[in-house]
């Protein structure tokens, strides 16, 4: 089965860029898409297919997929960016979770 | 307003049975894909379900494969997920996602704010 492997948490200081990388075999060939989770709250898209953001998603979210890495930017970050990054791809008969990324803002 | 509501969660006996609902609002229910995805306590999401827009495509996680019964009713815009042979692993916060397309490549763009169910003696 396909999988895909997320750091367990990444750390990133208020106002600087965070990078959430997602391996998978091959991965730069599928859509990924990225949620974010907070404590309490239904997870939300802020990337969906490697790259594009939805509406109400700020610019400082952004998404880039190559070879085997799918990597989730947040540029300038903010205190409320502090949740839980999943990514998420379809292998053709089932969806995958990343196993998911805790972003802390110091 | 686009909006998923799910109902059904609570405590069960492991052997048990269960049957949640998940009722959309605000959008044309038959033209998209839709799942249920998992979240145990202090873990990550797991995906559990899809089921196409027809109705005529499901699709399983293997751990609940044989188990669960994923359906929907078009007409009453519902989508239901039935649970058999509960064990304790599948205890979770339940959620009903809309696929952004009609595809289970397509993104979730729409989710409920769950249901809790537990599998306990």
């Known amino acids: 089965s396909y999988e895909l492997t997320q750091p367990l948490s990444v750390s990133v200081a208020l106002g600087q860029t965070a990078r959430i990388t997602c391996g998978g075999n091959?991965?730069?060939?599928?859509?990924v898409h990225w949620y974010q989770e907070r404590p309490g709250q239904a997870p939300v898209v802020v990337i969906y297919r490697g790259s594009d953001r939805p509406s109400g998603i700020p610019e400082r979210f952004s998404g880039f997929t190559s070879g085997n890495t799918a990597t989730l930017t947040i540029s300038r970050a903010q205190a409320e960016d502090e949740a839980d990054y999943y990514c998420?791809?379809?292998?053709?008969?089932?969806?995958?979770f990343g196993g998911g990324t805790k972003l802390t803002v110091l | 307003e686009v909006q998923l509501l799910e109902s059904g969660g609570g405590l069960v006996q492991p052997g048990g049975s269960l049957s949640l609902s998940c009722t959309a609002s605000?959008?044309?229910?038959?033209?998209?894909?839709m799942s249920w995805v998992r979240q145990a306590p202090g873990k990550g999401l797991e995906w559990v379900s899809a089921l196409s827009g027809s109705g005529d495509n499901t699709y399983y996680t293997d751990s609940v494969r044989g188990r669960f019964i994923i359906s929907r009713d078009n007409s009453k815009n519902t989508l239901y997920l039935q649970m058999s042979t509960l064990r304790a692993e599948d205890t979770a916060l339940y959620y009903c996602?809309?696929?952004?397309?009609?595809?289970?490549?397509?993104?979730?763009?729409?989710w409920g704010q769950g249901t809790t169910v537990t599998v306990s003696s």
């Open positions: 998420q791809v379809w292998d053709g008969t089932t969806v995958v």
């Open positions: 091959n991965i730069g060939r599928t859509n």
């Open positions: 605000g959008f044309t229910f038959k033209a998209y894909g």
């Open positions: 996602a809309k696929h952004a397309g009609f595809s289970g490549g397509d993104a979730f763009d729409i």
